[in-house]
């Protein structure tokens, strides 16, 4: 039986700059809304396969995801091949001590993202990373050759847990 996808992807920031003045006060109001549609496909705008699961690793430990092999099974069963990334999200847990580091696989990686294996995003506890690439091509995804998403525990001494949404075609 197949399925077919439909998701949206929105972040949202409101916030006020406020200076006060000598008699009376300035506001600059910010609202920024960057959205991302996907309809069911492989083209731009388009996706069909996400995976979400939230994921421990112990003290220093890293695991790599294997983007195009069987490893990833979405919430039906099925097991994802994806040649394209359209959207990354990593979210890790507010009361981790350690940052969940992403990226930096030392081979196959999926470096088109990153510009190059050693290259890595720290993200906080309590913080996230959001990426997306609504073009046809998205991030590129290679069988065997840059298929592994690496991420890891940024330090010893306590585990992390993360939350992470992949969106490919």
Known sequence: MATALSASLSVSLAGILANILDIGSA??????N????????????????IFTDTRSLAA????????NGTTLIDAFGNAMAMTKLKALIVYAAPGN???VVVGGASSNGVFSMFGASTD????????????AAPTAAGYAVTAATADLLKIANGSSGSGVTYTIVLIGA
């Open 27 to 32: 506001n600059y109001p910010i609202n920024f």
């Open 34 to 49: 960057p959205n991302v549609v996907f309809t069911d496909g492989a083209g731009a705008g388009q996706a069909n396969k």
């Open 60 to 67: 220093s430990a890293s695991e790599d995801l294997d983007l």
């Open 97 to 99: 001590t350690n940052d």
């Open 120 to 131: 890595t995003v720290k993200v906080k506890p309590g913080g996230f990373l959001v990426l």
